[in-house]
T-cell receptor, first 112, second 114 residues
Framework: KQEVTQIPAALSVPEGENLVLNCSFT??????LQWFRQDPGKGLTSLLL?????REQTSGRLNASLDKSSGRSTLYIAASQPGDSATYLC???????????FGKGTLLTVNP | EAGVTQSPTHLIKTRGQQATLRCSPI?????VYWYQQALGLGLQFLLW???????NRGNFPPRFSGRQFPNYSSELNVNALELEDSALYLC?????????????FGPGTRLTVT
């Protein structure tokens, strides 16, 4: 059974800081990995999708890496802004039903 | 292009009642997934519909059921509501059932059971 763990559970940083969020998964037989952002009480916004054959993806100030063999992914956020404050979720797609298995998320607070 | 839409935004029911939640996928998408996000439990997979058929379900009781219509929209029904069914229910769609495709999420329906 796939399990996804995100560390840290919460992170508070001053504006402008670069930061790294971590995600680990127990079963390396995945199709892809997605990073999402969720604002309080809202749905999920997809940030980055990394296919299992890829090592990283970049979008603006965001960079996500994937090391499938070790079961790890990181989300790097450069020059953080208060608007980046949200919960960041990591999810892996695997198995015959193509479902996403989610971590519990990292609650990020960027202080002005 | 319109994203995934869900209705209603909020739903308040009493224990024992039935709830119906609706989802419209992105135009052209044939796969629809339902997830439950209960406080403290994280996001859990509920159901998967593709091409009008239920393909798989998560570890939820039969009280949770649904269907997918010919236009690929979907409905989630929860019968005999219990207090612990209170959660944010998220619907996602993807282009097809192929593994490589990304899932796009709707804004969710907040179900409160009193």
């Amino acid at each position: 059974k796939q399990e996804v763990t995100q560390i840290p559970a919460a992170l508070s940083v001053p504006e402008g800081e670069n930061l790294v969020l971590n995600c680990s998964f127990t079963d390396s037989a995945i199709y892809n990995l997605q990073w999402f952002r969720q604002d309080p009480g809202k749905g999920l916004t997809s940030l980055l999708l990394i296919q299992s054959s890829q090592r990283e993806q970049t979008s603006g100030r965001l960079n996500a890496s994937l090391d499938k063999s070790s079961g790890r992914s990181t989300l790097y956020i450069a020059a953080s802004q208060p608007g980046d404050s949200a919960t960041y979720l990591c999810a892996v797609k695997g198995g015959s039903n193509y479902k996403l298995t989610f971590g519990k998320g990292t609650l990020l607070t960027v202080n002005p | 292009e319109a994203g995934v839409t869900q209705s209603p935004t909020h739903l308040i029911k009493t224990r024992g009642q039935q709830a119906t939640l609706r989802c419209s996928p992105i135009s052209g998408h044939t796969s629809v997934y339902w997830y439950q996000q209960a406080l403290g439990l994280g996001l859990q997979f509920l159901l998967w519909y593709d091409e009008g058929e239920e393909r798989n379900r998560g570890n939820f009781p039969p009280r949770f059921s649904g269907r997918q219509f010919p236009n690929y929209s979907s409905e989630l029904n929860v019968n005999a509501l219990e207090l612990e069914d209170s959660a944010l229910y998220l619907c996602a769609s993807s282009l097809t059932s192929l593994s490589i495709y990304e899932q796009y999420f709707g804004p969710g329906t907040r179900l409160t059971v009193t």
